[in-house]
């Protein structure tokens, strides 16, 4: 089992749907995680960092469940130019990417 | 601030050459790390360092791998003797513990990333 795992999608959702990622991680002792859009041959940019109570900011929603061993991002009202790869990193004793997961928004 | 800068950003060479990757940390950051890209096994880390000192470099591939970073601003990663399998994005990334915002704590940074392709 990979110690971060993401559903690689694709996720095709129309302009205006709210979409939701998961993200799970298999390494109780991690610390801090964040979530990562990658654009095609570009470098992954920070979206947001997890915070344990949960994290807002604007149509970005991300919130952590450390029973449960994952981390979420809402995203409300979708627009085309959040089409990307979405990351999330688990860091601890380690610093691990999940594989990525792939979003479509369509007009 | 530039960002984190990495040089070049596009290699070709040939199977057996020696690759060296460059990279420039955002300054007053403490942390740097490669990366590696690639379609079969998404962004794995190979080796990251903590005020100049390598503290993990169990990504790693092999012994044809290796990596300095002789001061604060710099550091190189080396492939020698470069292999087909090795073409991929190398990613530099540089974070600081010590953020001025809470937010940016731990955050990492990435650099535009070197292509290699190795024929």
Same mark, same amino acid.
């Given at each position: &089992? ?5 559903? +690689?999608?694709?996720?095709?959702? +129309?302009?205006?749907?709210?979409? =939701? ?22 470098? +992954? ?25 994952? !981390?979420?991002?809402? !995203? &409300? ?6 089409? =990307? ?23 | ?19 060296? #990757? ?7 950051? $403490? ?34 791998? *290796? ?9 190189? #990663?080396?492939?020698?003797? *470069?292999?087909?399998? $090795? ?7 540089? *974070? *600081? ?6 937010? $940016? ?13 190795? #024929?």
């Amino acid at each position: &089992r990979k110690e971060v795992e993401q559903d +690689p999608g694709p996720f095709n959702v +129309p302009e205006g749907a709210t979409v =939701a990622f998961n993200c799970t991680y298999s390494n109780s002792a991690s610390q801090s995680f964040f979530w990562y859009r990658q654009d095609c041959r570009k470098e +992954p940019k920070l979206l947001m960092s997890v915070y344990s109570s949960g994290n807002e900011d604007g149509r970005f929603t991300a919130q952590l469940n450390r029973a449960s061993q994952y !981390i979420s991002l809402l !995203i &409300r009202d979708s627009k085309l130019s959040d089409s =990307a790869t979405y990351l999330c990193l688990s860091c601890g004793q380690n610093f691990v990417f999940g594989p990525g997961t792939r979003l479509s928004v369509l007009p | 601030d530039a960002g984190v800068i990495q040089s070049p950003r596009h290699e070709v060479t040939e199977m057996g050459q020696e690759v060296t #990757l460059r990279c420039k940390p955002i300054s007053g950051h $403490d942390y740097l790390f490669w990366y590696r890209q690639t379609m079969m096994r998404g962004l794995e880390l190979l080796i990251y360092f903590n005020n100049n000192v390598p503290i993990d470099d169990s990504g790693m591939p092999e012994d044809r791998f *290796s990596a300095k970073m002789p001061n604060a601003s710099f550091s190189t #990663l080396k492939i020698q003797p *470069s292999e087909p399998r $090795d073409s991929a994005v190398y990613f530099c990334a540089s *974070s *600081s513990n010590r953020a001025v915002r809470e937010k $940016d704590t731990d955050t990492q940074y990435f650099g535009p990333g070197t292509r290699l392709t190795v #024929l």
